[in-house]
């Protein structure tokens, strides 16, 4: 924990390691694609789970490390892309809607500083996130929807900054009907562009506690939000596991188009190499057991 320390002065929560742990984060990538993080060997593990070239046993990442090296993966897909239906009643019609991915560089070591001392321990999920890439734009529609006079990049799902949290646009977290959490415990961490609809962070302390939870802010949700996963690996790996699932949950605005109709597209799974796919392939998609509407 000494590089920790030397790099954020005393007192600094071992949570920040991440922030300059290049080599770490590098073996922990090695171990989610199943390889030693120790020597690289990509043979299985012995029945004892260990490496059969090195001899040690191989360690499984965190919670929060797997959860971060999805993202990674994620932004990695080489063609990805949507087999997308229809708006409205089930359709026997599909689309392929291409996307793309962009990230940031990893977040400024004075913006770790900063969320250190807001938020404590219960900081080091989003330390680990933002030690990869300080903010990213994920499934940006590769055909441009047609948004009028709105402004800004579409695309299904965005994570702020740490200099966007620390300095939000002002109003970011007024005018939400029903909110039930006090603006000023409220960090805007994400949102679904072009819905007015975010993902905050709720930092919660009294007395008696200390922690952070994910909440949303929904002009259209039940009270309680549509059912986001309210602490971060969790939402990062139902958003890596299934995006179509995530962007359905998290309320449905995340459509796509296909520059020759006015048909909105809601993408129902995702390819992340699109290239092999077939006509016949994406024709043939069923609708995910997750659809609700008929």
């Given at each position: ?40 060997c990509t ?52 689309y392929l ?59 299904g799902f ?137």
């Amino acid at each position: 924990m000494a590089l920790a320390g030397s790099i954020l002065g005393t007192g600094a929560s071992a949570s920040l390691f991440w922030v300059d742990s290049l080599q770490r984060r590098r073996k922990r990538r090695i171990a989610a694609l199943g390889c030693c993080m120790r020597c690289g060997c990509t043979a299985s593990a012995t029945q004892e789970g260990k490496c059969p070239q090195c001899g040690k046993k191989r360690e499984q990442p965190s919670d929060i490390e797997w959860s971060v090296l999805r993202v990674a993966r994620l932004l990695e897909d080489p063609d990805p892309g949507f087999i997308c239906v229809p708006a409205g009643q089930r359709s026997g019609r599909r689309y392929l809607a291409k996307v793309r991915h962009s990230a940031t560089e990893p977040a400024d070591i004075e913006d770790h500083r900063w969320l250190q001392s807001v938020m404590g321990m219960a900081s080091e999920p989003f330390h680990a996130l933002y030690a990869l890439h300080n903010s990213a734009l994920l499934f940006e529609p590769v055909i441009k929807r047609d948004l009028g006079a709105a402004s800004g990049r579409d695309g299904g799902f965005r994570y702020f900054g740490l200099d966007e949290l620390r300095n939000p646009e002002p109003g970011r977290l007024a005018d939400y009907p029903g909110q039930e959490f006090p603006p000023e415990e409220l960090l805007a961490f994400a949102e679904i562009p072009h819905s007015a609809n975010l993902i905050c962070i709720w930092h919660v302390r009294d007395l008696s506690r200390s922690h952070v939870e994910l909440v949303e802010l929904n002009h259209d949700a039940p009270p309680g939000g549509f059912g986001v996963p309210n602490n971060l690996p969790k939402l990062l790996l139902v958003l890596c596991e299934d995006p179509a699932f995530f962007l359905f949950m998290c309320g449905c605005y995340t459509r796509y188009e296909d520059g020759l109709s006015d048909t909105q597209w809601i993408p129902i799974r995702y390819v992340p190499d699109a290239g092999p796919l077939t006509p016949e392939l994406v024709a043939n998609e069923p609708y995910p057991q997750w659809w609700m509407y008929d």
